[in-house]
C-alpha cells in the first residue's frame, strides 16, 4: 500500500495518491506527466513498488463481453474557474476551489488536516465561500442548471473549519440556500447560529491581492450598508458540477442522447432509462444530485436490470466458501491487535507505534502490528494470513467506529476459519482522535486504555452461530401512489407475488391532485396508466379501503393482518415496503377557509385544469412560499413547493401573458434543471419578492374600487419599504405533511419516525431506502417530500434492495440474542414490558411462569437485561463478565484501591 506522506520518488509529480472502494488510498499514474509514458525514461516508481503492483510496460487490450443490461456510472467532473479565470483562480494564491478545500482540510491531504494558506503555509482566521461558481450563469462558459449540492457542502465545510479552529471567522455569500433535502435546513440553522458564521446574500466581484500577506479583498453590497469591501486570508470557490468528461464520446459509443446541459436525457417519468432501451444510469449522470440520490439511483438501476435479466438470475453467481470453523474451546486466548492509522485520521493524533507496542505487553496477546489502513483489501488478507499462521484465536481491532466496518473483520474471522463472534474492536478514532485531535499525549494514553479494554473483553469472548431463515417470496407494498405502485411492478415483473394495499378506495396518492408536471408529463394520464398495469399484472394483488390490524414476524417471514372492502386478509411475506405517501397541510394562515379567494397550490392547480375563466381572466394573482414549514412547528423545506410555484405561474402566463403574478418568498429552491423554468417564468414577468420569516406578509380582505380584494402587504428589502398589493387570487405554498397513519405504521412494524413525522432511515447516505429494522423497506414521500421522478428513482430502489432479499432462499440474523436462565426466573414479565419488538413472551411450564425469547425476533439491545431484577436473562456478546472485565481494566486497581481508602478516610 501507498504511503500518503512519501510521494517524493517522482520528481515530476506523475504519481498520485487517491481514494477508492477497494483501497482507502491508491497510487494513480498521470500519462501526462510520467517520463516513463512519454519518453521511456525513469521508471523509479515500478523499482522502488514492494508488491509489484506497478506494470509499465502494460499493453492495452480489447475484451468483448456480452451482456444483457448496461449500466452507466461515469459521476462528473467539477466545474474548473481557471478555464474562464473565475474570481482570480489560478492567479491568487488564495483562492482555492471547494474541491482544494476538501484536500486541505481532509486528514490526509497536503497538510495533514491542518487548515493552511498555500501562499505561506499559515492559519486563516478569516474565511470566505462564495457561491454558485459556474452555476446558474448564463454567461458563456457558465452553466445556466443550479448545482443542486453546493449549498450544503459548503455548510458541512464551514462546520468542519469550525471544529478544526472555533475561532476562524466564516462567511458565506449567496444568493438562494437551497437546503432542499432531509435534515438540510435544520443543517442551515446549525451553521447560520455558529458563533463567528455569517451568511450574506450578495453577488460578489474579487477585488485585490495584497502583495504582502497575499490576503483577497471581495466586494459585496447589503442593503443596510451598500457595496462594501472586505479583506479575507482565504476564499473558497463552491463549484459546481459539469457533466462526466469526455460525455460526447460515451453518448456516441453507447447510442444515448444527452441534454441540453450535456447530462444523459432520460426518460420524463423514470430517470434510471436512457434513450435506449436497456441502457440505464445511476447518480450524477442523471444530472446534479447528492449522495443519497446516488445510491438510491444505483439499487433503482439494479430492480432495472434485474426486470430484464431476471431468467438469468442466480445462473452466474457462486457462492462463498469458507473454511471449516477451528474448534477453540480447549485453547487458551491467543490474541492478535492490529492497531490503524487510517491514514492520518489516528495516526496524526495517536502515537501508533507506541500504541502498538503496549498491546504487545498486555496478557494473552500473542502478535500485534500497526496498519496503514486495516480495512483495506490488502490488510484485510494481510490478517487473514497472520491469524492462520499464528494460531490466533481472538482479533482486536483498534480503529474506527465498528458501526461500517465490523462486518468486513468478521468475515477476516472466517476466512481464518475462527468464529466471527471472537472479535473485539477499539474505537480509537471516532472516541479517540477526533475528539481529542489537539491533546495528542493524552489521546494516545486513552488509545492505550481503550485497547487494554478491548483486550481483556476479548478474553471472555464466546463462540456463537447466526440463524439462518427461509425467506417467505412474497413482499407486500403499503402505499398505493405512485412509488408504491412502481416499486410492486418492478418487484412482480421478476416473478414474485405482491400484495398492495391502499388506505384510499382508489390508487393514485397524492398524484390524483395533480394535472401536469413542471416538465410538461401529463400526470392524471400517467398515473392512469400505471393503476391499469397494476391491476392486470397476475403477480400483484390489490386492497383498497385497506387497514393494517396487525403485523408479526420477521425479516423473510411476516404476517400482516389487514382487513378492507375484501374483508379480513392475513397476508404472509418475506418483506415489506412503506409506501405511505404524505398530505397537504391545511392552511391556517392568510385567511384561508376564510375567503374562497383563498386556495392552495393543489387547488389552484385543480382551477387552472379545469379552465375556471374567473380566475385565467383575473389581473392580479399572488402566491407565497413556506406556508406551514421552515417554523418552529415544522422545521423542514417541503421541497416541492417552489416548483409548484414556478409551474403554475408559467401555465397561468400561458393562457393570460396580461395577468401581475408575484411570488413572495425566503428562497427560491428550484434545485438541478428546474433553475431554467425559473429563470423562465422571470424573463416573462413573473415578479419576485424576498421576504424574511421575522416579517411574514399580511394579508387583509378589503374593497378598493368598488370590487372585493386581497390586499398583500410585504416589505421589499432592495427598495426598504412596505408594499401593498391588490390580488384578485392569493395562493399558498402549503407544507407537505407526513401521512397521518404513519405512527400506527411505525409501531405495527417496529420502525423509527424522524422529529418531523416522516419515516427514519437506517443510514442517510449509505442505507437510504433501507431501515433499522431487517426486511423492511422505503421509499416515496413516505421518506420526506420529493418530486415524481424522485419518487419513481426511491421506488425502483425500494425495490432493488427488496430483490436483493426476495431472491436469496435463507437469510442469517445475528447470534448475539438473549437467553434465559429458567432457574432464575421468576416470570415477573419485567423483561416482556420492556422488549419493544415482541421477542420475549411468558410461558407457563411446570416450575410456573417463565420468560422466553424468540431469537429470530431478539435485535439484542439488552434492554431486557436491565430490567430483570434476579439477573435471569442475559445477551450473548454482551455479558456481565465481558463488561466488567472492562471496567476492571479501565482504572488500574492501584488508582481504585487509593480512591476508596480516600473515600473511607471521609467518612
Same mark, same amino acid.
Given at each position: 500500500m501507498p504511503d500518503p506522506f512519501n510521494q517524493d520518488i517522482s520528481s515530476n509529480k506523475a504519481v498520485h495518491i487517491y481514494f477508492s472502494q477497494a483501497y482507502p488510498l491508491i497510487s494513480y499514474i498521470d500519462p501526462e506527466a510520467c517520463l516513463y509514458l512519454k519518453e521511456g525514461k525513469c521508471g523509479i516508481c515500478e523499482s522502488v513498488c514492494d508488491n509489484n503492483a506497478i506494470d509499465l510496460n502494460q499493453k492495452p487490450e480489447k475484451v468483448e463481453l456480452k451482456v444483457g443490461a448496461i449500466l452507466l456510472s461515469p459521476g462528473y467532473e467539477p466545474f474548473d474557474p481557471a478555464v474562464r479565470g473565475d474570481y482570480a483562480y489560478g492567479t491568487f494564491e488564495n483562492v482555492v476551489t471547494s474541491m482544494d478545500y476538501e484536500r486541505i482540510i481532509c486528514a490526509t491531504g497536503p497538510y495533514g488536516g491542518e487548515i493552511l494558506r498555500a501562499s505561506d503555509n499559515r492559519h486563516p482566521h478569516k474565511i470566505a465561500w462564495i457561491q454558485c461558481v459556474g452555476s446558474r450563469q448564463v454567461t458563456p462558459g457558465g452553466n445556466s442548471y443550479c448545482s443542486a449540492v453546493c449549498c450544503t457542502y459548503t455548510q458541512k465545510q464551514v462546520m468542519v473549519t469550525k471544529e478544526h479552529d472555533d475561532e476562524v471567522e466564516c462567511t458565506i455569500f449567496h444568493n438562494d440556500i437551497r437546503s432542499w433535502g432531509k435534515d438540510f435546513e435544520r443543517f442551515y440553522q446549525r451553521a447560520a447560529d455558529s458563533p463567528g458564521v455569517r451568511f450574506i446574500r450578495s453577488y460578489v466581484s474579487i477585488g485585490k491581492e495584497d502583495p504582502k500577506t497575499k490576503n483577497v479583498s471581495i466586494r459585496y453590497a447589503t442593503t443596510e450598508e451598500g457595496?462594501?469591501?472586505?479583506?479575507?486570508?482565504?476564499?473558497?470557490?463552491?463549484?459546481?458540477?459539469?457533466?462526466?468528461?469526455?460525455?460526447? /464520446? #460515451?453518448?456516441?459509443? %453507447?447510442?444515448?442522447?444527452?441534454?441540453?446541459?450535456?447530462?444523459?436525457?432520460? *426518460?420524463? $417519468?423514470?430517470?434510471?432509462?436512457?434513450?435506449?432501451?436497456?441502457?440505464?444510469?445511476?447518480?450524477?449522470?442523471? /444530472?446534479?444530485?447528492?449522495i443519497p440520490e446516488s445510491v438510491i439511483s444505483a439499487s433503482g438501476a439494479e430492480a432495472l436490470c434485474g426486470e430484464i435479466l431476471d431468467y438469468r438470475r442466480g445462473e452466474l453467481a457462486q457462492k462463498r466458501v469458507y473454511p471449516l470453523e477451528r474448534d477453540t474451546s480447549n485453547e487458551e486466548p491467543k490474541i492478535g491487535v492490529f492497531v490503524c492509522r487510517c491514514g492520518a485520521n489516528i495516526g496524526s493524533v495517536v502515537d501508533v507505534p507506541s500504541v502498538t507496542d503496549y498491546a504487545s505487553t498486555l496478557p494473552n496477546v500473542v502478535y500485534a502490528q500497526e496498519q496503514l489502513f486495516s480495512c483495506a483489501t490488502s490488510y484485510i488478507q494481510e490478517i487473514v494470513e497472520i491469524i492462520k499462521e499464528k494460531g490466533l484465536n481472538r482479533l482486536v481491532i483498534a480503529a474506527c467506529t465498528p458501526l461500517n466496518l465490523e462486518p468486513t473483520f468478521r468475515d477476516a474471522l472466517r476466512e481464518a476459519g475462527i468464529n466471527q463472534y471472537f472479535l473485539e474492536m477499539a474505537n480509537i478514532r471516532e472516541h479517540d482522535s477526533w475528539v481529542h485531535s489537539k491533546e495528542p499525549e493524552e489521546a494516545t494514553q486513552k488509545a492505550k486504555d481503550l485497547l487494554r479494554m478491548s483486550v481483556a473483553r476479548a478474553c471472555h469472548l464466546e463462540p456463537l452461530q447466526e440463524i439462518e431463515l427461509s425467506v417467505n417470496k412474497t413482499a407486500l407494498v403499503i402505499g398505493g401512489g405512485i412509488a408504491g405502485m412502481t416499486s410492486a411492478l418492478s418487484i412482480a415483473n421478476q416473478g414474485h407475488d405482491v400484495y398492495l394495499i391502499e388506505k384510499a378506495p382508489?390508487?393514485? /396518492?397524492?398524484?390524483?391532485?395533480?394535472? %401536469?408536471?413542471?416538465?410538461? #408529463?401529463?400526470?392524471?394520464?400517467? +398515473?392512469?396508466? #400505471?393503476?391499469?398495469? +397494476?391491476?392486470?399484472?397476475?403477480?400483484?394483488?390489490?386492497?383498497?379501503?385497506?387497514?393494517?390490524t396487525e403485523a408479526t414476524g420477521y425479516v423473510g417471514n411476516f404476517v400482516t393482518t389487514v382487513t378492507s372492502d375484501r374483508g379480513l386478509t392475513e397476508i404472509q411475506h418475506g418483506a415489506a415496503i412503506i409506501a405511505t405517501g404524505a398530505e397537504e397541510y391545511r392552511p391556517t394562515e392568510y385567511l384561508y377557509g376564510d375567503n374562497n379567494k383563498v386556495m392552495t397550490y393543489l387547488e389552484l392547480e385543480e382551477q387552472i385544469a379545469k379552465g375556471d375563466e374567473t380566475l385565467t381572466n383575473a389581473e392580479t394573482l399572488v402566491m407565497i412560499q413556506c406556508v406551514g414549514c421552515r417554523n418552529e412547528e415544522r422545521n423542514y423545506c417541503s421541497r416541492v413547493c417552489c416548483s409548484q410555484a414556478i409551474k403554475n405561474a408559467l401555465k397561468l402566463k400561458e393562457v393570460n401573458p396580461d395577468m401581475d403574478i408575484y411570488?413572495?418568498?425566503?428562497?427560491?429552491?428550484?434545485?438541478?434543471?428546474?433553475?431554467?423554468?425559473?429563470?423562465?417564468?422571470?424573463?416573462?414577468?413573473?415578479?419576485?419578492?424576498?421576504?424574511?420569516?421575522?416579517?411574514?406578509?399580511? +394579508?387583509?380582505?378589503?374593497?378598493?374600487?368598488?370590487?372585493?380584494?386581497l390586499r398583500v402587504t410585504v416589505t421589499d428589502p432592495i427598495l426598504g419599504q412596505r408594499l401593498a398589493i391588490d390580488a384578485d387570487y392569493l395562493a399558498l405554498a402549503a407544507a407537505v405533511v407526513p401521512s397521518s397513519g404513519n405512527k400506527e405504521i411505525s409501531q405495527f412494524f417496529k420502525l423509527t419516525l424522524g422529529p418531523d413525522g416522516f419515516f427514519k432511515e437506517a443510514? +442517510?447516505? #449509505?442505507?437510504?431506502?433501507?431501515?433499522?429494522?431487517? /426486511?423492511?423497506?422505503?421509499?416515496?414521500?413516505?421518506?420526506?417530500?420529493?418530486?415524481?421522478?424522485?419518487?419513481? *428513482?426511491?421506488?425502483?430502489?425500494?425495490?432493488?434492495?427488496?430483490?436483493?432479499?426476495?431472491?436469496?432462499?435463507?437469510?442469517? $440474523?445475528?447470534?448475539? $440474542?438473549?437467553?434465559?436462565?429458567?432457574?432464575?426466573?421468576?416470570?415477573?414479565?419485567?423483561?416482556?414490558?420492556?422488549?419493544?419488538?415482541?421477542?420475549?413472551?411468558?410461558?407457563e411450564i411446570k416450575q410456573g411462569k417463565k420468560a422466553v425469547v424468540n431469537p429470530v425476533l431478539c435485535k439484542g439491545c439488552g434492554l431486557c437485561n436491565t430490567k430483570c431484577p434476579t439477573e435471569a436473562i442475559s445477551l450473548k456478546h454482551f455479558t456481565n463478565e465481558e463488561f466488567l472485565s472492562q471496567i476492571d481494566e479501565a482504572i488500574p486497581k492501584e488508582e481504585t484501591m487509593q480512591h476508596m481508602d480516600m473515600a473511607v478516610g471521609h467518612v
Open positions: 457595496v462594501k469591501e472586505e479583506e479575507f486570508d482565504l476564499v473558497v470557490l463552491s463549484v459546481g458540477l459539469t457533466p462526466p468528461a469526455h460525455h460526447e /464520446g #460515451l453518448a456516441d459509443i %453507447y447510442g444515448i442522447e444527452l441534454n441540453s446541459h450535456g447530462f444523459c436525457k432520460t *426518460n420524463p $417519468v423514470n430517470p434510471i432509462e436512457t434513450s435506449r432501451p436497456g441502457i440505464f444510469i445511476s447518480g450524477a449522470f442523471q /444530472g446534479p444530485i447528492d382508489d390508487l393514485g /396518492g397524492m398524484a390524483l391532485r395533480l394535472l %401536469y408536471s413542471l416538465e410538461g #408529463l401529463d400526470v392524471q394520464d400517467y +398515473v392512469h396508466d #400505471l393503476v391499469q398495469k +397494476v391491476y392486470q399484472h397476475p403477480l400483484i394483488h390489490v386492497y383498497t379501503d385497506a387497514r393494517i411570488i413572495l418568498f425566503r428562497d427560491m429552491r428550484t434545485y438541478g434543471f428546474m433553475e431554467d423554468y425559473y429563470r423562465e417564468a422571470s424573463e416573462k414577468d413573473v415578479k419576485f419578492i424576498r421576504y424574511e420569516p421575522e416579517d411574514p406578509p399580511k +394579508v387583509e380582505a378589503v374593497e378598493e374600487g368598488g370590487r372585493p380584494v443510514h +442517510v447516505k #449509505l442505507r437510504p431506502v433501507d431501515f433499522s429494522t431487517q /426486511g423492511i423497506f422505503l421509499c416515496g414521500m413516505a421518506h420526506y417530500p420529493k418530486h415524481i421522478t424522485e419518487s419513481i *428513482n426511491q421506488a425502483y430502489g425500494a425495490a432493488g434492495r427488496t430483490l436483493t432479499l426476495l431472491s436469496h432462499d435463507i437469510v442469517t $440474523v445475528s447470534g448475539a $440474542v438473549c437467553e434465559v436462565d429458567e432457574k432464575k426466573c421468576i416470570g415477573c414479565g419485567a423483561c416482556s414490558s420492556a422488549c419493544t419488538y415482541g421477542a420475549i413472551e411468558l410461558r
